[in-house]
């Protein structure tokens, strides 16, 4: 069972920066993809970035220029650096992370999700 827990996350202004981390724990074999995607009430979740084991990165449209991500393979850590926020950057941040467990089997797991507000 792998476990996701995300930190980081909080109030700014718009303009500002944030930094958030997702730290992983428990028995795996291997991570494969790990991402950020947000959610804002009534509305599907929607993706920010991923990156693969390799460092390959993808990004959704609205944050590109914007927001970095990368990861730590030796922490098995992935962390989103948000700059120049927006109040529609405002939403729920949770953290992904795919891959096989200690039996080899596939897993698909979420972290609990951090609250990120843009506002003045």
């Known amino acids: 069972q792998v476990q996701l827990v995300e930190s980081g996350g909080g109030l700014v202004q718009p303009g500002g920066s944030l930094r958030l981390s997702c730290a992983t724990s428990?028995?795996?074999?291997?991570?494969?993809?790990m991402g950020w995607y947000r959610q804002v009430p009534g509305k599907q979740r929607e993706l920010v970035a991923t990156?693969?084991?390799?460092?390959?990165?993808n990004y959704g449209d609205s944050v590109k220029g914007r927001f970095t991500i990368s990861r730590d393979n030796v922490k098995d850590t992935v962390y989103l650096q948000m700059n120049s926020l927006k109040p529609e950057d405002t939403a729920v941040y949770y953290c992904?992370?795919?891959?096989?467990?200690?039996?080899?089997?596939?897993?698909?797991?979420w972290g609990q999700g951090t609250q990120v507000t843009v506002s003045s």
């Open positions: 992904n992370a795919d891959g096989y467990g200690p039996g080899y089997e596939r897993f698909d797991s």
């Open positions: 428990g028995t795996f074999f291997s991570i494969d993809d």
């Open positions: 990156i693969t084991s390799g460092g390959s990165t």
